[in-house]
C-alpha cells in the first residue's frame, strides 16, 4: 500500500496535468489537496480532476454563492497506534 504523502504527490502532480495548482492542508487525520477550478474548464481538464479525485479516499466539490469552484478530495491517514482506545483499559 503506498503512503500517503506518495498518494499526495500523485494526486497534486495529476491535479498539475489539469492545469491545477493544488494546496495540501495537514490534519490530525487526514491530508486535504484542494484547488481552486477556473470558471471554464475543457472537457479532457474534467476528465483528469475526476481520475485525480477518485484515486483519494473521499472527494467533492464545493461552489460558493459568487459562483466560484474548489474541488477537493482527502486521504486518510493510519490511525496512531500510540494511545490504546478505548476499551483496552481505559473504560469510562
Known sequence: MSSVRERVSRTTARLSVAGLTARVVEHRTRTVIEAVLPASMSAESWQLLLAALES??????????DGGR???????????????????????
Not at 483519494?56 to 460558493?64: K, P, T
Open 56 to 65: 483519494c479516499d473521499s472527494f467533492g466539490l464545493v461552489v460558493s454563492a
Open 70 to 92: 474548489l474541488a477537493w478530495a482527502a486521504i486518510d491517514k493510519p490511525p496512531d497506534r500510540g494511545t490504546p482506545a478505548r476499551g483496552q483499559n481505559r473504560q469510562l
